[in-house]
Every structure is written in structure tokens, then in C-alpha cells.
């Protein structure tokens, strides 16, 4: 079954024929992984994401206090880390 959107023609069959490969393969790499390996990894992703969170943060911080002109000049920076 074919779909059209413009010039645009998208095959169904093929794309459901790929999830399933897509899904197929990750079950047997799962069935064969080490779950210490995964909850490693899992616990990685969660520390990057958390991360991301808090720099986030502290960008959207640094935007609100450059914009309220709560900066320092370069002199003074350099005078309180001497």
C-alpha cells in the first residue's frame, strides 16, 4: 500500500517490514546483553540528562541577569579570582 502526499509516495509494507526488523534486532541484543551493562548505561543517561536540566537552568539564569544588567566587567572578574 502506497500513501501520496504531493510528490511525496510512502510505502507502508516497507516501513512496517522495518520497524519490525528494527525491533526484532533490539530484542535479541537485549536477550543477550548483560543487565548490569544496561542499568549502567541507563544510569549514565539519566545523570546526562540531569545535566542537560541544569545547565539549562543556568543558561536561562545567565540570560535574565545579562538582560537586568547584573553583570561584572572583565577587570573585576580577573580582581576576584587573583
Known amino acids: ?3 501520496k502526499f504531493g510528490t511525496f509516495v510512502i510505502n507502508i509494507k516497507t516501513n512496517i517490514h522495518e520497524c ?3 525491533k526484532s534486532f533490539i530484542h535479541n541484543f537485549l536477550l543477550k546483553a548483560d543487565e ?3 542499568n549502567e548505561f541507563y ?4 545523570m546526562e ?5 541544569k545547565l539549562e537552568k543556568r543558561a536561562l539564569k545567565s540570560e535574565k541577569d545579562i538582560a537586568n544588567g547584573n ?4 577587570a573585576e572578574v580577573i ?4
Open 49 to 53: 540528562q540531569q545535566l542537560k536540566q
Open 1 to 3: 500500500m502506497n500513501l
Open 71 to 74: 553583570v561584572f566587567e572583565r
Open 36 to 38: 548490569s551493562t544496561i
Open 20 to 22: 519490525c526488523r528494527k
Open 79 to 82: 580582581s576576584k579570582t587573583l
Open 43 to 46: 544510569e549514565k543517561l539519566k
